[in-house]
């Protein structure tokens, strides 16, 4: 059974960098799928934001692309989102998923696997 577990600070100040991790047990981020940043704000769709793939490569999505960046340590079969110059709009529920396509990232009937769910606030 694969499980996904996000951490990190649930309150971010305005123009700093949120960081979150993604802690995966029961399966290695190495050896195949894709692994997703999602995210989820008040009154609106899911959000996918990137992932990075089993061989470390990463993809974003255009809209947030200069502003994030995900990153693996895979000696803790860990991977973590880093966004920065966050503002109000940034607070969300923010997930973390497993890919089993290679298709479409944003379509979310690909993932098997997510992580609850961690609520971050952008506020001051």
């Known amino acids: 059974q694969v499980q996904l577990q996000e951490s990190g600070p649930g309150l971010v100040k305005p123009s700093e960098t949120l960081s979150l991790t993604c802690t995966v047990s029961?399966?290695?981020?190495?050896?195949?799928?894709?692994w997703s940043w999602i995210r989820q704000s008040p009154d609106k769709e899911l959000e996918w934001i990137g992932y990075?793939?089993?061989?470390?490569?990463?993809r974003y999505s255009p809209s947030l692309k200069s502003r994030a960046s995900i990153s693996r340590d895979t000696s803790k079969n860990q991977f973590t989102l880093q966004m920065n110059s966050v503002t109000p709009e940034d607070t969300a529920v923010y997930y973390c998923?497993?890919?089993?396509?290679?298709?479409?990232?944003?379509?979310?009937?690909?993932?098997?696997?997510w992580g609850q769910g961690t609520q971050v606030t952008v506020s001051s």
């Open positions: 998923a497993r890919d089993i396509t290679n298709w479409d990232a944003t379509w979310y009937g690909g993932y098997d696997y």
């Open positions: 990075i793939d089993s061989s470390g490569n990463t």
């Open positions: 029961g399966g290695s981020i190495t050896t195949k799928f894709r």
